[in-house]
């Protein structure tokens, strides 16, 4: 089967790559729908940046921002709702949305009570301080044993459909989003399924000789093909169009 895409759609003036294009409601929903047709499986609904050093948002400010869009797109879509708030995780399922992205690894309880799809992502630390200074002592190892617990305590509070994501980017440096990368097999072999979200991140800039953020697609789309082929079931990314054609070739 095809490596399903999720496209990212920031609520948000200030996400790392695409704040402030799609912070005014209307604009948010006709990218949403422009990701529709270019083939995205999920559009991923986020109203807070995790960016590193992100100032956090308010739960109503976060609410204000995201429920207009996901109703709207969700009779059109299948909805994601990215946050790591209870009270944004509820109203969004309640508006329509039937997955939620988790990077806080924390609200499965939520997912069960709505009947809804939950992703467990891996994070050291939190967004204003996860990049001081990431240290492991076996990246791999440690992030898979998070998760598969993360997992299996979902899984036992009820919560039918669980992703695993390794967090390319939080707390990691690009060493370790390597080396997740390189052994994403491992992951993946855990027997969850594994979602990963490389797209336009600061490692495919550092490793490309400094490419701004807007001019790394073909590192994307470099990853994104590394992680299908690699075990990932679904990539989260930016350039939907570009990523449902490279996952369809790998698929054949
Ligand atoms: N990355 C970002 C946000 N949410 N969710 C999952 N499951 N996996 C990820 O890798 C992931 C995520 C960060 O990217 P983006 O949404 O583009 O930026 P920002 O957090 O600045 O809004």
Redesign the pocket.
């Known amino acids: 089967m095809s490596t399903l895409v999720m496209g990212?759609l920031?609520v948000?003036p200030?996400?790392?790559?695409?704040?402030g294009r799609w912070l005014d409601p209307d604009a948010a929903v006709q990218h949403g729908l422009e990701l529709v047709r270019e083939g995205a499986d999920v559009v991923?609904v986020?109203g807070?940046?995790?960016?590193p050093g992100?100032e956090p948002v308010a739960a109503d400010e976060e609410l204000r921002r995201v429920l207009p869009v996901i109703t709207a797109l969700a009779p059109r879509v299948r909805v994601s709702i990215?946050t790591r708030k209870r009270a944004v995780a509820e109203a969004a399922l309640d508006a329509g949305a039937s997955l939620l992205?988790d990077?806080s690894a924390s609200l499965f309880p939520v997912a069960a009570q709505a009947g809804a799809g939950w992703?467990a992502?891996h994070m050291q630390g939190d967004?204003t301080t996860m990049q001081a200074a990431p240290r492991y002592d076996d990246v791999v190892g440690e992030v898979t044993a998070f998760l598969v617990e993360r997992a299996e305590a979902a899984a036992a509070a009820g919560v039918t459909e669980v992703w695993v994501?390794p967090?390319?980017?939080?707390g990691k440096t690009a060493a370790h989003n390597l080396s997740l990368l390189r052994r994403l097999r491992e992951l993946a072999a855990a027997g969850w399924p594994v979602?990963?979200?490389?797209?336009?991140?600061s490692f495919i800039g550092a490793l490309t000789g400094g490419r701004p953020v807007d001019d790394r697609l073909e590192g994307s789309l470099a990853v994104a093909v590394w992680a299908a082929a690699h075990g990932a079931a679904m990539v989260?990314v930016?350039d939907v169009a570009a990523t449902v054609q490279a996952m369809r070739l790998v698929a054949a």
Not at 195 to 201: C, E, H, P, T, Y
């Open positions: 990212v920031n948000t200030d996400s790392f790559s695409d704040g991923d986020g807070e940046s995790t960016r992100a990215d992205n990077v992703v992502m967004p994501d967090g390319i980017g939080f979602l990963v979200g490389a797209s336009r991140k989260r930016h």
